[in-house]
C-alpha cells in the first residue's frame, strides 16, 4: 500500500553537460542525472525528460540558457507502469526537497516516454507546468503492441496484467486521464511527423488533441509533413520555449490532486486478493452495496481487509467481520492501494448511488503521504465526507483517523500522520462528523504499535487490530 524509506541519492560523478555542470547520482539503483544551468532562474524552474537522455537536446538547452535544470532518472522497460510512477515520485521529492527545485515542473516525454510523462502527470497533476510530447505513445494499444513483441510482453509484465485481453481492456492510459490535467489547466504540446508509421499520430496525438480540446484544455500540436517517427524535436525549437514560457502560469493555482477525482490506474490483478482490476473491484462494491446495508465502510486496503459479501479480495479480519459488522449488515468498499482521489472519483461513479445506509465509514489518506501535503491530504478527506454528506444526507458520516504507520514514533511518517489527524479532528468538529480515533488502541505506553493488533509492517491490521475496531464501530453505531 505505502511504503516509504529514505531517499539513497549518492553523487558518483560531476562533469560537464554542453558547458554546464552535470551531476550523475544513483536514486536508489536507478541512475540519475541533474544538470544545473549557469544562471538558474527565480524559483528554480526544471524540465524532466522522462526517456532517451540527450537524444536531441535543442529544447533541453535552450532551457538552460533560460535559467531551467534538467533533470533525468533511468527507469526504461517500465512503459509508465505504476511501478515506475512509485520511482518518479521519489525521484521528484528528492529534487524539490533535497535540490530546491521547483514544485511545478516541465515534463518531456519522448516515444514511449510519453507513457511516463503523461501517466506521471495525471497522478500528479498539481505538480506540473506543462508537458512537452514528442511523437509520443499515447496508447500503448497503438505502440508496443502492433509493433514490438517483446516491448509489448515486457510492458505486460511491468503493468502486472495477467493476460492480453487484461491489457487490452485497460482504460487508464493517458488517453484515459486527460479530465484530471484539464481541471489542472496543464498546457501541452505536440511535435509529430505526419508520415510516422512506428507512433502513428491517428491512433496517439490526434485521438488525445481532440479529447483534451473538448475537455476546454489547451494543446498546440506541431506538424512536421513527411517526416517519420525520426527525427525527433525540431532544429529551431523556439516555437516550443515560447509555447512553455508563454503558457507556464496557466497552473500555477491548480487545485491539489488530493481533490480531482481520478481512476487509479494501479490494478492489483494478482496481488491483494483481487484476481480482477480495479474497476471490476470497484463494479463487484456497487452490486455487494445493493444488499441494503445499515453500514458501508470506504477506504483503502486497511479497510479491504475486512472482506464481507461480494467482496473477492485478500481479507485478513477472520471472525472480526463476523462479530462486528454482520449484524449491521455492513459492505466493504475498501480497495487497495487507493488515495483521496480515487475514492472520489468512485464516489462519483455510483458507490454510493445503490443503498441507504444508516451510517457510513471513512478512512482514507495514508496512500497520500508518499505524494502529497498533510493540508492537501486534509482537503482530499474533507472533499470525500462532502460528497458523502451530499450522497447521503441522512446517514451518519463517521471520519476516522489515521491509524498510526511505523513501528515507533522516530519513523517520520507519525509526524505526518499526526498532523493529518490534526486537520481531520477539525474538521469533525466543524462539520459535526462522528469522530473515531484509535491511535490509542494501536499503540503501546511508549508509542510503538501494538504487535497484537498491527500487521509486521505497521501500517495494515491484524486480525486483532479489525476485533477492536468492529468493537469500536460496534459501540457507536448500537
Same mark, same amino acid.
Given at each position: 500500500?505505502?511504503?516509504?524509506?529514505?531517499?539513497?541519492?549518492?553523487?558518483?560523478?560531476?562533469?560537464?553537460?554542453?558547458?554546464?555542470?552535470?551531476?550523475?547520482?544513483?536514486?536508489?539503483?536507478?541512475?540519475?542525472?541533474?544538470?544545473?544551468?549557469?544562471?538558474?532562474?527565480?524559483?528554480?524552474?526544471?524540465?524532466?525528460?522522462?526517456?532517451?537522455?540527450?537524444?536531441?537536446?535543442?529544447?533541453?538547452?535552450?532551457? +538552460?540558457? #533560460?535559467?531551467?535544470? =534538467? /533533470?533525468?532518472?533511468? &527507469?526504461?522497460?517500465?512503459?509508465?507502469?505504476?511501478? @515506475?510512477?512509485?520511482?518518479?515520485?521519489?525521484?521528484?521529492?528528492?529534487?524539490?526537497?533535497?535540490?530546491?527545485?521547483?514544485?511545478?515542473?516541465?515534463?518531456?516525454?519522448?516515444?514511449?516516454?510519453?507513457?511516463?510523462?503523461?501517466?506521471?502527470?495525471?497522478?500528479?497533476?498539481?505538480?506540473?507546468?506543462?508537458?512537452?510530447?514528442?511523437?509520443?505513445?499515447?496508447?500503448?494499444?497503438?505502440?508496443?503492441?502492433?509493433?514490438?513483441?517483446?516491448?509489448?510482453?515486457?510492458?505486460?509484465?511491468?503493468?502486472?496484467?495477467?493476460?492480453?485481453?487484461?491489457?487490452?481492456?485497460?482504460?487508464?492510459?493517458? +488517453?484515459? #486521464?486527460?479530465?484530471? =490535467? /484539464?481541471?489542472?489547466? &496543464?498546457?501541452?504540446?505536440?511535435?509529430?511527423?505526419? @508520415?510516422?508509421?512506428?507512433?502513428?499520430?491517428?491512433?496517439?496525438?490526434?485521438?488525445?488533441?481532440?479529447?483534451?480540446?473538448?475537455?476546454?484544455?489547451?494543446?498546440?500540436?506541431?506538424?512536421?509533413?513527411?517526416?517519420?517517427?525520426?527525427?525527433?524535436?525540431?532544429?529551431?525549437?523556439?516555437?516550443?520555449?515560447?509555447?512553455?514560457?508563454?503558457?507556464?502560469?496557466?497552473?500555477?493555482?491548480?487545485?491539489?490532486?488530493?481533490?480531482?477525482?481520478?481512476?487509479n490506474p494501479e490494478s492489483r490483478y494478482l496481488s491483494a486478493g483481487w484476481r480482477a482490476s480495479w474497476l471490476q473491484q470497484h463494479s463487484d462494491a456497487i452490486q455487494a452495496s445493493r444488499a441494503n446495508p445499515r453500514l458501508v465502510l470506504i477506504g483503502d486496503s486497511i479497510t479491504?481487509?475486512?472482506?464481507?459479501?461480494?467482496?473477492?479480495?485478500?481479507?485478513?479480519?477472520?471472525?472480526?467481520?463476523?462479530?462486528?459488522?454482520?449484524?449491521?449488515?455492513?459492505?466493504?468498499?475498501g480497495m487497495s492501494g487507493d488515495r483521496t482521489q480515487h475514492l472520489l472519483w468512485r464516489i462519483d461513479h455510483g458507490a454510493l448511488d445503490h443503498c441507504q445506509p444508516e451510517a457510513v465509514a471513512i478512512l482514507i489518506g495514508v496512500n497520500n503521504l508518499n505524494s502529497d501535503t498533510?493540508?492537501?491530504?486534509?482537503?482530499?478527506?474533507?472533499?470525500?465526507?462532502?460528497?458523502?454528506?451530499?450522497?447521503?444526507?441522512?446517514?451518519?458520516?463517521?471520519?476516522?483517523?489515521?491509524?498510526?504507520?511505523?513501528?515507533?514514533?522516530?519513523?517520520?511518517?507519525?509526524?505526518?500522520?499526526?498532523?493529518?489527524?490534526?486537520?481531520?479532528?477539525?474538521?469533525?468538529?466543524?462539520?459535526?462528523?462522528?469522530?473515531?480515533?484509535?491511535?490509542?488502541?494501536?499503540?503501546?505506553?511508549?508509542?510503538?504499535?501494538?504487535?497484537?493488533?498491527?500487521?509486521?509492517?505497521?501500517?495494515?491490521?491484524?486480525?486483532?487490530?479489525?476485533?477492536?475496531?468492529?468493537?469500536?464501530?460496534?459501540?457507536?453505531?448500537?
Amino acid at each position: 500500500m505505502l511504503t516509504v524509506c529514505s531517499l539513497l541519492a549518492a553523487i558518483s560523478l560531476v562533469g560537464d553537460y554542453h558547458g554546464c555542470q552535470r551531476t550523475d547520482f544513483k536514486l536508489d539503483r536507478y541512475d540519475a542525472v541533474l544538470v544545473a544551468p549557469k544562471t538558474p532562474a527565480k524559483g528554480r524552474p526544471w524540465i524532466w525528460r522522462t526517456e532517451f537522455f540527450d537524444h536531441r537536446p535543442e529544447l533541453d538547452l535552450a532551457l +538552460l540558457e #533560460k535559467g531551467f535544470h =534538467l /533533470a533525468y532518472v533511468d &527507469v526504461q522497460n517500465e512503459y509508465g507502469s505504476p511501478g @515506475a510512477i512509485y520511482q518518479y515520485d521519489r525521484f521528484y521529492r528528492h529534487l524539490i526537497t533535497d535540490q530546491k527545485l521547483s514544485p511545478k515542473v516541465v515534463l518531456e516525454g519522448f516515444s514511449r516516454g510519453g507513457l511516463s510523462a503523461y501517466n506521471w502527470a495525471a497522478a500528479n497533476p498539481d505538480k506540473v507546468m506543462a508537458i512537452y510530447a514528442d511523437a509520443p505513445v499515447c496508447d500503448f494499444r497503438s505502440w508496443p503492441r502492433k509493433h514490438s513483441a517483446q516491448d509489448w510482453a515486457q510492458l505486460m509484465r511491468a503493468y502486472g496484467f495477467p493476460t492480453e485481453q487484461d491489457a487490452l481492456d485497460y482504460p487508464f492510459g493517458p +488517453l484515459g #486521464k486527460l479530465e484530471v =490535467l /484539464a481541471k489542472a489547466r &496543464v498546457p501541452l504540446i505536440h511535435v509529430v511527423g505526419s @508520415a510516422d508509421e512506428v507512433v502513428p499520430v491517428s491512433e496517439n496525438t490526434d485521438l488525445l488533441e481532440q479529447a483534451y480540446r473538448r475537455l476546454g484544455g489547451n494543446i498546440k500540436v506541431i506538424r512536421k509533413p513527411g517526416v517519420g517517427h525520426h527525427p525527433h524535436s525540431l532544429d529551431d525549437p523556439s516555437p516550443i520555449v515560447e509555447f512553455i514560457l508563454k503558457n507556464q502560469g496557466n497552473s500555477r493555482n491548480a487545485p491539489p490532486a488530493t481533490i480531482i477525482p481520478a481512476p487509479n490506474p494501479e490494478s492489483r490483478y494478482l496481488s491483494a486478493g483481487w484476481r480482477a482490476s480495479w474497476l471490476q473491484q470497484h463494479s463487484d462494491a456497487i452490486q455487494a452495496s445493493r444488499a441494503n446495508p445499515r453500514l458501508v465502510l470506504i477506504g483503502d486496503s486497511i479497510t479491504q481487509g475486512w472482506g464481507g459479501p461480494g467482496r473477492n479480495v485478500g481479507a485478513v479480519a477472520g471472525d472480526a467481520y463476523a462479530k462486528h459488522l454482520a449484524p449491521f449488515g455492513a459492505v466493504n468498499m475498501g480497495m487497495s492501494g487507493d488515495r483521496t482521489q480515487h475514492l472520489l472519483w468512485r464516489i462519483d461513479h455510483g458507490a454510493l448511488d445503490h443503498c441507504q445506509p444508516e451510517a457510513v465509514a471513512i478512512l482514507i489518506g495514508v496512500n497520500n503521504l508518499n505524494s502529497d501535503t498533510t493540508a492537501a491530504i486534509v482537503r482530499g478527506v474533507e472533499a470525500i465526507a462532502q460528497k458523502v454528506r451530499r450522497k447521503q444526507p441522512k446517514a451518519k458520516v463517521i471520519l476516522h483517523a489515521l491509524f498510526p504507520v511505523g513501528q515507533t514514533p522516530a519513523d517520520p511518517r507519525r509526524a505526518l500522520v499526526q498532523e493529518v489527524n490534526v486537520g481531520l479532528a477539525t474538521l469533525a468538529r466543524k462539520h459535526r462528523y462522528q469522530w473515531l480515533d484509535l491511535t490509542s488502541d494501536f499503540t503501546q505506553p511508549d508509542g510503538s504499535v501494538h504487535p497484537a493488533r498491527m500487521a509486521p509492517d505497521a501500517l495494515h491490521l491484524s486480525k486483532g487490530g479489525y476485533d477492536i475496531w468492529g468493537q469500536r464501530l460496534s459501540e457507536i453505531l448500537k
